[in-house]
């Protein structure tokens, strides 16, 4: 039974890490939304709970993107402070229908909400080639958001891209595939 050539193992070697980096570079390349601006700001203090929160995007967004509004600490008239652990308070979150250029999220809060720290998080999908990018940012209404989480958040806002370790990972592995390949000994055929 004949072996299989080195210079065969050499090729789906190269052939094998030249589709890895084909698609962890089209993953590096394809068009992104990414976060431009807010109202409220991250990290930002107002003095009550906006009507609404709208994120504002570089490029298009497609209307699947979504937005919601979750208030983790509520501090009554009172002053007595509770923990709801993300309760929901946003309604008819998604495209702004303001924005004529789709790069505007906005959810509508429900009216009479207390103070407290608010979290708002979106998954904007681009308009063109549909890659996923997902974000959170903080605000606090009559309290300032907390240092712990300016601390692990610079700015109160985090934003990445979906699967983003997997596509580094994807794109390492083309590199290996081709660098063994390249280095892969020419060894010399028995007869």
């Known amino acids: 039974?004949?072996?299989?050539?080195p210079s065969l193992g050499r090729a789906l070697l190269a052939l094998c890490g030249?589709?890895?980096?084909l698609f962890g570079g089209w993953f590096l390349l394809a068009p992104r939304?990414?976060?431009?601006?807010?109202?409220p700001l991250p990290g930002a203090t107002v003095s009550l709970p906006p009507p609404a929160v709208t994120v504002r995007f570089d490029s298009a967004l497609d209307p699947r993107s979504t937005i919601e509004v979750l208030r983790t600490i509520a501090v009554s008239a009172s002053g007595d402070t509770s923990y709801p652990g993300g309760e929901r308070v946003s309604t008819g979150a998604g495209l702004d229908p303001a924005d004529a250029g789709r790069?505007?999220?906005r959810a509508a809060l429900a009216p009479g909400l207390s103070t407290g720290l608010y979290v708002v998080?979106?998954?904007a999908l681009a308009a063109r080639g549909g890659s996923e990018r997902?974000?959170?940012?903080y605000f606090g209404a009559g309290m300032p958001v907390p240092e712990h989480i300016t601390r692990d958040m610079p700015g109160a806002l985090r934003e990445r891209d979906y699967q983003q370790r997997?596509?580094?990972s994807t794109l390492l592995g083309g590199v290996i595939l081709v660098a063994l390949a390249a280095l892969l000994p020419r060894l010399p055929r028995r007869r």
């Not at 030249?18 to 980096?21: M, N």
């Open 103 to 105: 790069r505007t999220l």
């Open 134 to 137: 997902f974000g959170t940012l």
């Open 18 to 21: 030249a589709v890895l980096l």
């Open 1 to 5: 039974m004949p072996r299989p050539s």
């Open 166 to 168: 997997g596509r580094r």
């Open 33 to 39: 939304a990414r976060f431009a601006a807010s109202d």
């Open 121 to 123: 998080r979106w998954t």
